[in-house]
Nanobody, 123 residues
């Protein structure tokens, strides 16, 4: 089992920045790919960014490319999402997820999920 806890959400003005963190516990020695998803009210949960176990491979949704950066520190069992140039459309609950194997952009392929952290971007 893997437990995931997100932090770092909040209220920010458009153009601002936030850094989300996801700390894992449990079977963290296993090779998990990690990802961030988000879900806005009335919308489906969508892939934002993913990173391989080694950190050598990253994937991003087109909507966040060039603005968001995913990284991980395996010594701290933590994954980060640096979000810059935030827009009101980025407002959503942000969820951390983990899976065995490669990064995929499909929610059902992730075995473990955090409870989420809210990001609100005001215009």
């Amino acid at each position: 089992q893997v437990q995931l806890v997100e932090s770092g959400g909040g209220l920010v003005q458009a153009g601002g920045s936030l850094r989300l963190s996801c700390t894992s516990s449990g079977r963290t020695s296993v090779l998990y790919a990690m990802a961030w998803f988000r879900q806005a009210p009335g919308k489906e949960r969508e892939f934002v960014a993913g990173i391989s176990w080694s950190g050598g491979t990253t994937n991003y949704a087109d909507s966040v490319k060039g603005r968001f950066t995913i990284s991980r520190d395996n010594a701290k069992n933590t994954v980060y999402l640096q979000m810059n140039s935030l827009k009101p459309d980025d407002t959503a609950g942000y969820y951390c997820a983990a899976r065995l194997g490669a990064i995929v952009a499909v929610t059902t392929q992730y075995q473990y999920w955090g409870q989420g952290t809210q990001v609100t971007v005001s215009s």
